[in-house]
């Protein structure tokens, strides 16, 4: 079982796969496994890519509401200090 405990060990050594002994279904089996490495490695990076993307958005969505937020207090705290020094609410 060398081809098993390649997979998901790698190859130890020379031995466990002998130049002579692959046929060309190993060497399909082969090009088809690293070609799907190839694949999974690129969906790798496109997800990183959108995790990057939507954390941005994330920050700037949340950045807005707490700007907003803010402002908002920043405006109740100025209407505030106005009902002190009048005595009275403004409207």
């Known amino acids: 079982k060398p081809l098993a405990r390649a997979i998901t060990q790698g190859p130890s050594t020379e031995a466990d796969f002998p130049v002579g002994a692959m046929s060309d279904g190993n060497e399909l089996s082969r090009r088809e496994l690293e070609r799907q490495i190839q694949e999974l490695r690129r969906d790798k990076v496109r997800l990183d890519d959108s995790i990057r993307r939507m954390e941005a958005t994330q920050k700037r969505i949340f950045g807005e509401e ?24 403004e409207d």
Request: proline share 0%.
């Open 66 to 89: 707490e700007r907003q937020k803010l402002m908002a207090m920043h405006e109740k705290k100025e209407n505030g200090d106005k009902e002190d020094e009048d005595g009275e609410k």
